[in-house]
């Protein structure tokens, strides 16, 4: 049985997830654009950097699929 306390680790990769796409949408660029050189790499901005901690506090989703496949 799961607890309320152990779906808090869940929340996260969603949450990242959801402020990447906000961020990427309606994000306001023109501080970006003001405290960034010309030649910025593709991997610079809070879009990205909120994509890349949802991929690093994905793991309980995938330990939870994965008992959830062994189960069956």
């Given at each position: 049985m799961i607890r309320g306390a152990d779906?808090?680790?869940?929340a996260a990769?969603?949450?990242?997830?959801?402020?990447?796409?906000?961020?990427?949408?309606v994000g306001d660029h023109s501080a970006e654009m003001l405290c960034s050189d010309t030649h910025s790499s593709p991997l610079s901005g809070m879009a990205t950097m909120?994509?890349?901690m949802g991929v690093f506090h994905a793991a309980p989703w995938l330990k939870?699929?994965?008992e959830r496949?062994?189960?069956f």
């Open positions: 779906w808090l680790p869940l990769s969603p949450t990242f997830a959801i402020m990447a796409l906000l961020t990427g949408v909120y994509l890349l939870l699929i994965r496949r062994g189960s």
